[in-house]
């Protein structure tokens, strides 16, 4: 089975706040990471979160960290049409290369 | 701009054919990643090199090899080309072992 999933489409309204989730099944992920990708661009990293906390926020953007659950979900305030991309969870256990999801499609109605 | 530099942007080949990307990382990077991302695939990890060894295979075809060269850049020669192998590929670049990953914008193979 896949060891990151996420849904693959999410449309929110413009000012709207948006939460993409995300699940994974290694308990043993020390470091998750949230990316996005642009129409025709490269991964630019987001943000990332260690597996010893439970929420990181930097400016629009929440990440959320439920360890027993394996649940990550990453939450952008007063969301905008330049958000409107793919956003790639990922994995790490430290030691290994990271593991995708396949993205989520953020659309952003204006 | 993420540092990593990758040429060429765009190749278009023909099937049978060998080409080789190319990853120069950010400045200071001593790892290279590469990754294949298709539509049907998502982003699958091929291999990973840390200061010119290779350190982690992941779903790399025998036709596929890569290297890290001593200034660190890597190449990625991808050979006996298919037609499934068209997608787009990434570089990334990190300064230790699976630290946060810093991505190219990639190459976009089209085998014809």
């Known amino acids: 089975g896949e060891d990151v999933e996420q849904s693959l489409f999410l449309s929110v309204r413009e000012g709207d706040s948006s939460v993409i989730n995300c699940t994974y099944t290694?308990?043993?992920?020390?470091?998750l990471y949230w990316y996005k990708q642009e129409p025709g661009a490269g991964l630019q990293l987001l943000t990332y979160i260690f597996s010893n906390m439970d929420m990181k926020q930097d400016q629009r953007l929440t990440v959320l960290l439920n360890k027993k659950d394996k649940h990550l979900s990453l939450r952008i305030a007063d969301t905008q049409t330049g958000d409107s991309a793919i956003y790639f969870c990922a994995e790490s256990k430290g030691n290994t290369p990271l593991v995708f999801g396949k993205g989520t499609r953020l659309s952003v109605i204006a | 701009d993420s540092g990593v530099t990758q040429t060429p942007k765009h190749l278009i080949t023909a099937t049978g054919q060998r080409v080789t990307l190319r990853c120069s990382p950010r400045s200071g990077d001593l790892s290279v990643y590469w990754y294949q991302q298709s539509l049907d695939q998502g982003l699958q990890f091929l291999i990973q090199y840390y200061n010119g060894e290779e350190r982690a295979k992941g779903n790399i075809l025998e036709r596929f090899s890569a290297q890290q060269f001593p200034d660190l850049h890597s190449e990625l020669n991808l050979s006996s080309l298919e037609l499934g192998d068209s997608a787009l590929y990434f570089c990334?670049?990190?300064?230790?072992?699976?630290?946060?990953?810093?991505f190219g914008q990639g190459t976009r193979l089209t085998v014809v």
């Open positions: 990334a670049s990190s300064p230790g072992m699976n630290t946060e990953a810093f």
């Open positions: 290694d308990s043993s992920s020390t470091y």
